[in-house]
């Protein structure tokens, strides 16, 4: 069976446009979360990630020129404007045609174009934005992909279903090429739900740490171009290797108390890759910040016999992105390996969860060949996928 190659990546986030942008900010310890005050999202202030309003705006009307196409001033949503950007800086320079029968779509997020719900929104588009595959058709007719893209909206392990499903399909042979992006933005509904459970902390999220209070929530988008053939610029390549999903069915909105199902999805996605524990070189952990998030991750490593391997959570630095988290920190985790480095977990300090673990506190240089990204989410969901170089 043929490996599965990452060609290019983008990512936007509120540390930047570009995949180079966001690790910059990264490896100066620059973090993208703020305290908003906008009564349109809250009516208390709150720590949010937010994108660029202004720069998303400029960067997106360069591209009726760019692209030479008529894009009359509000035609697109917020969403789907992180979605063509981060796919057409994606694509750019990469021998994947959108309008080749053997290029695949995929679409994560978990709530798509939801702000469409406000008052504010609703004479600026029909309702019919609000279905996510109407959000697909729209990306789909943008780049004019002949595919009917495949829409996954799986909580927030959306993103690694993303790719495994996407790696899976080119695997099969049916397929040479896939393009896959996932985002999810800020939103009154979303804050609203989040502060319900009292789970958004009032300063920056702490992933692991035991002054954590609580996620902080954030917006962005990632994409990645899959493909069976390595191409040509990137030296060492990357691959998919392995993925698995789980359900713990334990609760609508809390995880498993023991672990064992995250475990079960990373003993799977490591088989399949043919590793061993050792072999990997770090785990960027989903890391909420909540309390159960975090204990359960810890168990869930503790079983797996990973807890030796350095680990990070990328949420300390641009949030919790929802349907974009999966993707965002994949890339980040991916250009890890690309550049031999180890970034630290932001807002971490001293370990506060049951079981000790590895959690990385400051740039290291050091040969990662492998690498395991996880998640969870509500419903009990569980997902695992390794990334290797050859």
């Not at 994108?51 to 009359?72: G, H, T």
Request: with cysteine; hydrophobic share 40%; net charge negative.
């Amino acid at each position: 069976m043929k490996p599965v190659y990452i060609l290019n990546d983008n990512i936007i986030s509120s540390l930047g446009f570009t995949t180079t942008e966001n690790l910059a900010a990264i490896e100066k310890g620059t973090i993208g979360i703020r305290l908003v005050d906008d009564p349109d999202l809250y009516p208390a202030p709150v720590q949010l990630s937010r994108v660029d309003s202004d720069e998303l705006n400029k960067r997106f009307s360069a591209l009726p020129e760019l692209l030479k196409k008529n894009i009359p001033p509000g035609s697109f949503t917020r969403l789907e404007k992180f979605m063509i950007l981060s796919i057409h800086e994606a694509l750019a320079g990469q021998p994947v045609a959108p309008g080749d029968p053997r290029t695949l779509l995929v679409i994560s997020t978990t709530k798509g174009n939801i702000n469409l719900l406000e008052a504010r929104y609703q004479s600026s588009f029909s309702h019919k934005r609000l279905y996510l595959w109407e959000l697909g058709r729209i990306i789909q007719q943008f780049f004019g992909f002949i595919n009917l893209p495949l829409i996954i909206s799986n909580a927030c392990i959306s993103g690694i279903v993303a790719l495994m499903t996407a790696s899976r399909f080119l695997k099969s042979g049916g397929w040479d090429h896939a393009v896959v992006t996932g985002g999810d933005i800020n939103s009154e509904f979303v804050i609203a739900g989040f502060q319900s459970f009292q789970a958004i902390s009032p300063s920056p999220c702490k992933p692991f740490d035991v002054n954590r209070t609580g996620l902080s929530l954030g917006e962005g988008c990632g994409t990645m171009i899959l493909s069976v053939e390595p191409g040509k610029e990137r030296n060492p390549h990357i691959t998919i290797t392995g993925a698995a999903t789980t359900n713990d069915a334990n609760h609508i909105s809390g995880p498993s108390r023991t672990g064992q199902e995250l475990a079960d999805a990373i003993g799977l996605a490591i088989r399949e890759a043919s590793l061993t524990s050792e072999e990997i070189g770090f785990i960027s952990a989903h890391g909420t910040a909540t309390s159960f998030n975090d204990e359960m991750e810890s168990k869930a490593f503790e079983l797996a016999e990973l807890t030796q391997v350095p680990v990070n959570s990328f949420k300390g630095y641009w949030g919790h992105t929802l349907g974009a988290a999966g993707m965002i920190e994949s890339i980040a985790s991916v250009w890890s390996m690309k550049e031999n480095v180890l970034y630290p977990s932001a807002g971490f300090d001293t370990i506060g969860v049951p079981v000790p673990l590895n959690v990385i506190k400051s740039v290291t240089k050091r040969p990662v060949n492998a690498c395991l990204k996880t998640a969870s989410g509500f419903g009990g969901c569980n997902a695992a996928i390794t990334f290797q170089k050859i």
